[in-house]
């Protein structure tokens, strides 16, 4: 990998990136904003999404790129965000054009959060615009921001012995070729280093000096998985490529490789894992050749969206046992 060279996602030409949150309530959202339209692609391998838009990016559909972007908290709530991004898009004139009117085209998923710390208090249209507002600055941030701000793992005994996660950013250049990832973490499972395989956060132990796997605690309790349905890993992949729409879904699939190599149990009906993939159209290359970086930048991004985020509303993190 001598000539894979890590970059900031922000490096990544076409796109901004830009963050709200309320950190008192732990809950945000995370929007990416396209200079020009981006031709998008999504995977959805979680059996309970919470989604918008999503029917879009099928290749079948009409849709011939899109306007922006967002990671969100609040559940289904939390697609209220839309609205934010939408009146900063029409604001700046980017959207399709019907009639005398422009429709910007924003697509987007959330994470079950509701239960770090006031459910009552949601992501909502205000906070999306600020989100686009922050975008301005293009500035990366990673752990507790946007929509990592009430993400947590390891839940399948509670909150009581979950830990802290949050938002993490990952991007390589390979010669012309840029890819990089955006995820909120919130999984029920576990999340281990992509490398080594080390467990870096989940599910804390009965003392809460260490941690268990998650896995085998799922076989054991899979009767009770009506308990846990408050999960969900969304993120997005970010390229200069040149691919078409099918192209980009490909890349979407193939970067939830990432997640399946980093988190432990996944995609399971009580997740609402979701991907996404944006090209920004500039430079040539192939689903095959994408799709393989955007697996390890994903894989990248979500053990820095643990390892990068500190301990919070009385949520130990991966800091924590550093």
């Known amino acids: 990998m001598s000539d894979w060279k890590e970059i900031s996602i922000h490096d990544i030409k076409g796109i901004k990136i830009g963050h709200a949150q309320d950190e008192e309530n732990a809950t945000g959202c995370s929007v990416i904003i396209c200079d020009k339209k981006a031709i998008c692609?999504?995977?959805?391998?979680?059996?309970?999404?919470?989604?918008?838009?999503?029917?879009?990016?099928?290749?079948?559909?009409?849709?011939?790129?899109?306007?922006?972007?967002?990671?969100?908290?609040?559940?289904?709530?939390?697609?209220?965000?839309?609205?934010?991004?939408?009146?900063?898009l029409e604001e700046k004139g980017q959207g399709v054009k019907v009639g005398n009117e422009i429709v910007p085209i924003v697509v987007g998923s959330c994470i079950f959060d509701l239960g770090c710390v006031n459910g009552k208090v949601r992501p909502d249209a205000k906070m999306g615009y600020e989100a686009c507002l922050d975008s301005e600055k293009n500035i990366e941030r990673n752990g507790n921001?946007?929509?990592g701000m009430g993400a947590t793992v390891g839940k399948m005994h509670g909150a009581e012995h979950s830990m802290k996660s949050g938002l993490g950013c990952y991007a390589i250049q390979v010669g012309s070729i840029q890819v990089g990832a955006i995820v909120s973490?919130?999984?029920?499972?576990?999340?281990?280093?992509?490398?080594?395989?080390?467990?870096?956060?989940?599910?804390?132990?009965?003392?809460?000096?260490?941690?268990?796997?998650s896995e085998i605690e799922a076989v054991k309790l899979l009767q009770l998985a009506s308990l846990f349905s408050f999960n969900t890993t969304i993120g997005a992949i970010v390229t200069n490529a040149k691919l078409d729409k099918a192209d980009m879904n490909k890349v979407a699939a193939m970067a939830s490789n990432g997640v399946a190599r980093t988190i432990r149990p996944v995609n399971t009906s009580m997740d609402g894992d979701s991907v996404y993939a944006l090209a920004t159209g500039k430079v040539k290359s192939s689903a095959d050749v994408v799709g393989t970086l955007a697996a390890h930048v994903m894989g990248k991004a979500i053990n820095r969206a643990v390892l990068e985020t500190e301990e919070k509303y009385g949520y130990k993190s991966a800091q924590s046992f550093l």
Do not use: H
């Not at 079948?60 to 900063?88: C, E, P, R």
């Not at 080390?198 to 003392?207: D, P, R, S, T």
């Open 145 to 147: 921001v946007g929509a």
């Open 185 to 213: 973490v919130n999984a029920i499972g576990d999340v281990f280093e992509m490398d080594s395989q080390k467990q870096l956060a989940g599910l804390l132990n009965k003392e809460k000096d260490g941690m268990i796997s």
């Open 41 to 88: 692609g999504v995977d959805v391998r979680g059996g309970g999404p919470a989604s918008r838009e999503t029917e879009l990016l099928n290749p079948m559909m009409s849709n011939d790129g899109i306007n922006g972007l967002f990671l969100s908290g609040g559940s289904a709530y939390g697609l209220d965000v839309a609205g934010g991004i939408m009146k900063y």
